[in-house]
């Protein structure tokens, strides 16, 4: 099984600061690779697919780079509703599996 | 807009079988991939397993001896089985449509249902 380390756990920031958030896979994952928001109460949300491509709706100042074993999430500068938890997943082919990492909170600072 | 509604007990005991049944709304079935994910304190996001349409499954290693997806595209619906619970299995389970490219379908979620929490009790 793959696994998938981010990092911070937490990110304190202010709005309209840029936000840099980093996953690290224990073997490569080549692109596959994507990034999810979370709020309170709701269910992930997809910002990211295969490493870079952005998801249909997801504004512009969502990023994402990365391939192999390090991946990041870029947002340049914090609007107010960004504050919520980021998560990474990445797909194997075969066997079809999908894994997720432990997350990473951008709070208000 | 697709939309995926959970449906199901909130509360099953330790040892027995845990039943969801996601409705799909907006869209069609076809076509598609569709999943169950649960999120829990202790082990975050977990992937439970997929079936596309037609009734073709992959499930989670961790947890293919006692899951069971079935779907049922007259009813626009897909369903969970998850045996021999344990608190453990406490969690929320969300379902969720596999994501597909204009060729190529993969395991990323695009659209989610919002979620049912399910507390094994002893």
């Known amino acids: 099984e793959i696994l998938l380390t981010q990092s911070p756990a937490t990110l304190s920031l202010s709005p309209g600061e840029r936000a840099t958030l980093s996953c690290r896979a224990s073997q490569s994952v080549s692109s596959s690779l994507a990034w999810y928001q979370q709020k309170p109460g709701q269910a992930p949300r997809l910002l990211i697919y295969?490493?870079?491509n952005r998801a249909t709706g997801i504004p512009a100042r969502f990023s994402g780079g990365g391939s192999g074993t390090d991946f990041s999430l870029t947002i340049s500068s914090l609007e107010p509703e960004d504050f919520a938890v980021y998560y990474c997943?990445?797909?194997?082919?075969?066997?079809?599996?999908?894994?997720f990492g432990q997350g990473t909170k951008v709070e208000i600072k | 807009q697709v939309r995926l509604q959970e449906s199901g007990p909130g509360l099953v005991k330790s040892s027995e079988t845990l039943s969801l049944t996601c409705t799909v709304s907006?869209?069609?079935?076809?076509?598609?991939?569709w999943s169950w994910i649960r999120q829990s304190p202790g082990k975050g996001l977990e992937w439970i397993g997929y079936?596309?349409?037609?009734?073709?499954?992959n499930y989670n290693p961790s947890l293919k001896s006692r899951v069971s997806i079935s779907v049922d595209t007259s009813k626009n619906q897909f369903s969970l089985r998850l045996s021999s619970v344990t608190a453990a299995d406490t969690a929320v389970y969300y379902c969720?449509?596999?994501?597909?490219?204009?060729?190529?379908?993969?395991?990323?979620?695009?659209?989610w249902g919002q979620g049912t929490l399910v507390t094994v009790s002893s």
């Open positions: 997943q990445q797909r194997s082919n075969w066997p079809p599996e999908a894994t």
């Open positions: 907006g869209g069609s079935m076809n076509s598609y991939y």
């Open positions: 079936i596309y349409y037609s009734g073709t499954t």
């Open positions: 969720a449509r596999n994501y597909c490219g204009s060729t190529i379908c993969h395991l990323y979620f695009d659209y």
């Open positions: 295969d490493a870079s």
